[in-house]
């Protein structure tokens, strides 16, 4: 997709009404979603923090996506994909803000060249006890991608296009933190399995986008 056709279709993806947890829903092996309908999540005094999904202009003019591959640490998010983003800071307004402080210190697009798009669906994610914020943003140019050093093993730059072609849904079988040998949904994107919440925020976006159409 070209940028411009992306850009052309902000005023309709602002207006459609969020699928929520059904198309969250599409991206949870089904023995996980009858026990997060049972949580009481706010009696886990849950962390919060902000993500972005960024949407921007390749060299090309094709309309891409931000991802990036976490570094090795010892923590349930270790080495998995995800949005850049993070948890809540005392400095942060909003959670917008959080989001958007994030992305400048993991990808270094400066965050007064984000415009937001909408927020989309609120996910509280059990093995962090996280509850966290997605944003849909804009960069107008191509950004100059720099991962954090200390957080960020690699950059993953998406073509839109190619998130959106259904024959990178997949069912992988993978060993989870809280299941070994599972078979899970996930997207197949640059050669890297998406799973987990990420795969749950991207299967709303993919399907704000497929009502735009």
Same mark, same amino acid.
């Given at each position: 997709?070209?940028?411009?056709?992306?850009?052309?279709?902000?005023?309709?993806?602002?207006?459609?009404?969020?699928?929520?947890?059904?198309?969250?829903?599409?991206?949870? *092996?089904?023995?996980? %979603? !009858?026990?997060? #309908?049972? @949580?009481?999540?706010?009696?886990?005094? &849950?962390?919060?923090?902000? /993500?972005?999904?960024v949407f921007?202009?390749?060299?090309f003019?094709?309309?891409?996506?931000?991802?990036?591959?976490?570094?090795?640490?010892?923590?349930?998010?270790?080495?998995?994909?995800?949005?850049?983003?993070?948890r809540?800071?005392?400095?942060?307004?909003?959670?917008?803000?959080?989001?958007?402080?994030?992305?400048?210190?993991?990808?270094?697009? *400066?965050?007064?060249? %984000? !415009?937001?798009? #909408?927020? @989309?669906?609120?996910?509280?994610?059990? &093995?962090?006890?996280?509850? /966290?914020?997605?944003?849909?943003?804009?960069?107008?140019?191509?950004?100059?991608?720099?991962?954090?050093e200390?957080?960020?093993?690699?950059?993953?730059?998406?073509?839109?296009?190619?998130?959106?072609?259904?024959?990178?849904f997949?069912?992988?079988?993978?060993?989870?933190?809280?299941?070994?040998n599972?078979?899970?949904?996930?997207?197949?994107?640059?050669?890297?399995?998406v799973?987990?919440?990420?795969?749950?925020?991207?299967?709303?976006?993919?399907?704000?986008?497929?009502?735009?159409?």
């Amino acid at each position: 997709m070209d940028f411009q056709d992306f850009k052309d279709r902000i005023p309709k993806l602002k207006k459609i009404v969020l699928p929520g947890e059904k198309a969250h829903h599409k991206l949870v *092996p089904g023995n996980r %979603i !009858e026990e997060m #309908r049972n @949580l009481d999540i706010n009696s886990l005094k &849950p962390n919060k923090a902000g /993500v972005m999904a960024v949407f921007y202009p390749n060299n090309f003019g094709k309309a891409h996506l931000v991802l990036i591959l976490r570094k090795t640490y010892k923590g349930v998010h270790s080495n998995q994909i995800g949005f850049p983003g993070g948890r809540v800071e005392p400095e942060d307004e909003n959670l917008a803000q959080t989001a958007l402080r994030e992305t400048e210190e993991e990808v270094g697009i *400066p965050r007064s060249n %984000i !415009e937001v798009i #909408r927020e @989309l669906t609120r996910l509280y994610i059990p &093995p962090s006890n996280f509850w /966290v914020q997605p944003y849909m943003g804009m960069v107008d140019e191509t950004p100059v991608l720099i991962p954090q050093e200390s957080e960020v093993e690699r950059i993953l730059e998406v073509d839109l296009d190619h998130f959106l072609d259904h024959s990178n849904f997949v069912k992988q079988e993978l060993s989870t933190s809280y299941m070994n040998n599972m078979i899970v949904p996930a997207f197949r994107l640059n050669e890297q399995i998406v799973w987990g919440a990420t795969g749950m925020m991207l299967s709303e976006i993919r399907e704000i986008f497929r009502k735009s159409f």
